[in-house]
């Protein structure tokens, strides 16, 4: 019998950011940038969809910075791992399928979504990014740095977590990037990943 598939859920991209950061702190500022012209949007609150689908119009692709830095950067900048303020959990970018410099990944969809459910840990959120998942755990609360050392420590603790599914890939005999730097960028659900000649929808396929 083949695998069921799970349920599509659509959902926006302003009500995943929202589930993801609650709310943009004063003094802090969501970063949604696109790679085509490199150009960094600062908001000091939760995007409107109306706003993102604004720039996907333009045939961008859209990504967000999965923790929040200070305002005041410029739209050539991207937060760096030391500028971070706010961490809201920890996140994986899980690639699959044979359009992958990568040969050695899981072949399919399914069959990452099972090695996932094999984990420890069940997800926050799960986002189909095109020919990939980004995978989401929550914190109770977002952590708010208030220190160069306790941001290390959160890092410490992303990358151990990085290197426990690493070794549950492992076992698969898959590959797996590191991404667990606090500077990352992950893509914005009801965006389009458009590296491939046909454009792919970014897609909320798990809320838990």
Excluded at 20 to 28: A, L, R
Excluded at 58 to 71: A, E, S, T
Excluded at 146 to 154: G, S, T
Aim: some cysteine; hydrophobic content about 40%; proline content about 7%.
């Amino acid at each position: 019998m083949a695998e069921k598939s799970p349920v599509m859920l659509d959902r926006p991209g302003t009500l995943f950011l929202q589930k993801w950061f609650g709310e943009v702190p004063p003094n802090m500022a969501l970063n949604i940038w696109t790679p085509q012209d490199k150009i960094s949007k600062w908001w000091h609150h939760i995007p409107s969809q109306h706003d993102i689908n604004n720039i996907v119009k333009k045939g961008h692709d859209v990504y967000y910075g999965v923790c929040l830095g200070p305002q005041g950067l410029g739209k050539r900048q991207r937060i760096t791992s030391a500028e971070v303020t706010l961490m809201p959990g920890f996140w994986l970018d899980l690639d699959y399928g044979d359009n992958h410099k990568k040969k050695n990944l899981p072949a399919t969809l399914e069959e990452a979504l099972a090695a996932v459910a094999e984990l420890p840990f069940q997800p926050s959120m799960t986002v189909k990014s095109g020919n990939g998942i980004h995978v989401y755990w929550m914190f109770k609360e977002p952590v708010i740095f208030e220190d160069r050392n306790q941001r290390l420590e959160m890092e410490i603790m992303n990358r151990r977590w990085h290197q426990l599914v690493k070794n549950a890939w492992a076992k698969h005999g898959w590959g797996m990037d590191s991404v667990w730097d606090l500077a990352r960028v992950l893509r914005v659900p009801g965006t389009y990943n458009y590296k491939d000649e046909t454009p792919i929808k970014v897609e909320l396929i798990h809320d838990g």
